[in-house]
């Protein structure tokens, strides 16, 4: 719901407001108003969450696939070394425990990477799911508000109970994204 919609909607209340029988109708639309709004952040927020969390994974799989082009790069020159001819054996002999040694913290450097990509994958996951919730609670308090408002129009409050209902269901929804761990 845009702002200036909230707004008109707030100004119609207000203008049948003064029905005193509409008042609770026109109350629940206000505060049905401010709920909208605050799940609409929500949601924006939690959309931003996971966009700067998959960046971060993307980061981290690209720090694992550099170290892992540095491990297959040393694995090649050790291969190579050892098949060459070399003059000073004990020179080789020192460079090769060097790529050895390399290679050893490599492959432990590299479940650690896979393992920080892969949680920040999951955090993405979570954060998704959320947003969709909060989309969904959204959606649901906005129908809320305008099935709500036909109450004004029709006076009938057969509709600000449907309204009522859309908007519970939409607060369950909302309040269901902070369930999610």
């Not at 509409?22 to 924006?44: E, I, K």
């Not at 892992?68 to 090769?96: F, Q």
């Amino acid at each position: 719901m845009e702002p200036h919609e909230a707004e008109e909607l707030k100004e119609h209340a207000e203008h049948v407001a003064h029905d005193t029988s509409m008042r609770p109708v026109a109350f629940t639309m206000s505060v049905l108003a401010v709920m909208v709004a605050v799940t609409t952040v929500l949601g924006h927020r939690t959309h931003t969450e996971a966009v700067l969390d998959q960046n971060r994974a993307t980061d981290q799989w690209n720090e694992y696939q550099a170290k892992k082009i540095r491990s297959y790069n040393t694995g090649l020159a050790d291969d190579l070394m050892s098949v060459l001819a070399v003059a000073d054996k004990s020179r080789s002999e020192k460079i090769a425990k060097g790529y050895v040694d390399h290679q050893a913290k490599w492959n432990e450097d590299l479940k650690e990477e896979q393992e920080k990509a892969e949680s920040l994958e999951k955090q993405v996951e979570v954060a998704e799911a959320r947003a969709s919730r909060f989309d969904l609670g959204e959606a649901l308090l906005e129908i809320g508000l305008v099935v709500t408002s036909v109450t004004l129009l029709t006076r009938s409050r057969m509709y600000w109970y449907f309204g009522i209902v859309f908007a519970l269901v939409g607060i369950a929804s909302a309040a269901s994204a902070f369930l999610l761990h």
